[in-house]
């Protein structure tokens, strides 16, 4: 009897320990986006002369898509922008979104520690404040020691979302799933931070994962 309550009290100190150690998981804490819910406070990228705030979001979806066979490369991104493919139930689409903010540091929790940065196609379409209005939205977290090099799925701190045309449907990070963002240039803070991205996400809301392509990113940095 001795024998097996000590096989009992070993067991639950193993399990203890696990759940002590185990490293959170991404998706643990990324379904909530990481778009402010309020305005932010500082000077915000110009947006009144992008072409993309003038025409119906429709118009440019159904001008933007086009078949797996006959893509097209995308162009440079112009400044405070994020340009990308996006392939989702074998349709590929390409989008170009303006930054909303520059990249600001958050210190929310240990997890969500960081550089943030967040792309609209059109911030009137949205309510800030309820996620379930958020559509064609990326945001991206980058560690606070962010510099030139790789990030993946499995890099600490390390956060992307993309809000496609179904509204509140969030694809994020998973360690299933292979995603590389790539930072080219970090000026640091009132510099600018160029990159390109791709890989697979996924969402708890929907089976059908998200591929993202060719993407490529220049914004700057509070």
């Known amino acids: 009897m001795k024998k097996f309550f000590m096989i009992l009290i070993l067991i639950g100190i193993g399990v203890s320990l696990y759940f002590f150690f185990k490293k959170p998981d991404k998706t643990d804490i990324a379904h909530k986006s990481l778009m402010p819910d309020t305005a932010s406070n500082e000077t915000a990228p110009d947006n009144t002369n992008d072409e993309i705030d003038n025409k119906p979001l429709e118009e440019i979806q159904s001008s933007n898509a086009i078949k797996n066979n006959n893509k097209e490369d995308i162009k440079t991104v112009p400044e405070n922008s994020i340009t990308f493919a996006v392939v989702l139930k074998g349709e590929y689409n390409n989008y170009s979104y303006k930054a909303m903010n520059n990249f600001t540091k ?117």
Do not use: C
Not at 131 to 159: C, H, R, W
Not at 191 to 202: E, M
């Open 106 to 222: 958050i210190t929310a929790s240990p997890q969500l520690t960081g550089y943030t940065a967040s792309f609209v196609a059109n911030i009137n379409n949205i309510n800030l404040s309820d996620q379930s209005t958020y559509n064609n939205v990326v945001s991206m977290m980058l560690p606070l020691d962010a510099g030139p090099g790789a990030y993946n799925e499995k890099s600490d701190n390390f956060i992307f979302q993309y809000i496609g045309a179904n509204k509140g449907i969030l694809y994020t990070l998973d360690q299933s799933g292979s995603f590389d963002l790539t930072i080219m240039e970090w000026g640091g803070p009132g510099g600018r931070a160029k990159g390109t991205f791709s890989g697979k996400l996924l969402s708890v809301e929907s089976t059908d994962p998200v591929y993202i392509q060719d993407g490529k990113f220049d914004i700057g940095i509070q």
